[in-house]
């Protein structure tokens, strides 16, 4: 009776201690902190949601997130601040949007030479859409960036493609961010004059890239990192 007591008493505490765990990593994951990588003067703000953050790699953020590995990619003289937020919108009325995290506010502190932004993929759910109020938040998002630092240089990326079903109205569309996001984005690149990196394209025909649909593994990050190093090198 008392060894049925101890491995019932044993039971609930690793029950415990992995709820625990799980619980930490949600925290982390609904309020993320900045990840640093990276010691070098010239700094590159990574702004986004999940696919930013690296949802699909979480349990090795630190090394295996696109902005992790293109910290490697630009070498010692970078240091790459990844302020990816999981759910989040570029519209502030979307269900969870990204201004409230204060990242930006947070990003335009460091001052940074470069800014990446790819914002999207959860602005396409059909609960969020709103193709007018969507550019004309990218616009502003773009100009509060160009008005702090004149000299940054600015990326903004087309989201990858998505490559799961729809299923309610908080699902991902991939026909939106084809259809719609991909031209607003071009237009916004040719109306400011920023730089625009094309990561629907690279990723369309590649489903293994993604460990979910959405999310890109490792090997999807890999690709994608060294994808932006090539855009960020030739420009």
């Given at each position: ?7 019932i008493y044993?039971?609930?505490?690793d ?23 990276g ?19 979480e349990f090795?953020?630190s090394?295996?997130t ?12 970078y240091?790459?601040l990844n ?8 519209l502030?009325d979307?269900?969870?949007p990204?201004?409230k995290?204060?990242f ?8 940074p030479?470069?800014i ?7 602005d396409?759910k059909?609960?969020?859409w709103?193709s007018?109020?969507?550019k004309?938040?990218y ?11 004149k ?5 903004i990326?087309i ?10 109205n908080?699902s991902i569309q991939?026909?939106?961010i ?5 031209p607003?984005i071009?237009?916004?690149a040719?109306e400011?004059?920023v730089?625009?990196?094309?990561l629907?394209t ?5 489903p ?8 890109p593994?490792?090997?999807?990050n890999?690709f994608?990192?060294?994808y932006?190093?090539?855009?960020i090198?030739?420009?």
């Open positions: 009776m008392k060894n049925k007591f101890k491995t044993k039971l609930w505490i029950i415990f201690i992995l709820f625990f765990i799980i619980c930490i990593k949600i925290y982390k994951i609904c309020y993320p902190n900045v990840q640093k990588l010691k070098g003067s010239i700094k590159v703000a990574c702004i986004g949601d999940s696919i930013t953050y690296g949802l699909g790699v090795r953020r090394f295996s696109y902005p992790a590995i293109l910290a490697r990619l630009l070498g010692k003289k240091k790459v302020y990816g937020a999981s759910s989040r919108t570029l502030s979307g269900n969870h990204y201004y995290t204060k930006i506010e947070k990003s335009i502190e460091e001052k030479d470069i990446i932004i790819m914002l999207g993929s959860n396409s059909a609960i969020n709103n007018k109020k969507y004309e938040e616009l502003n998002l773009i100009k509060t960036y160009q008005n702090t630092n000299n940054s240089k600015i990326y990326m989201p990858p493609r998505a490559f799961i079903k729809v299923k309610n908080k991939n026909k939106i084809k259809e719609q996001i991909s607003i071009k237009e916004i040719n400011t004059g730089n625009i990196i094309d629907y690279l990723t369309k025909n590649h293994k890239w993604f460990f979910d649909g959405v999310h593994n490792k090997k999807g890999i994608i990192a060294n932006i190093f090539y855009k090198s030739n420009i």
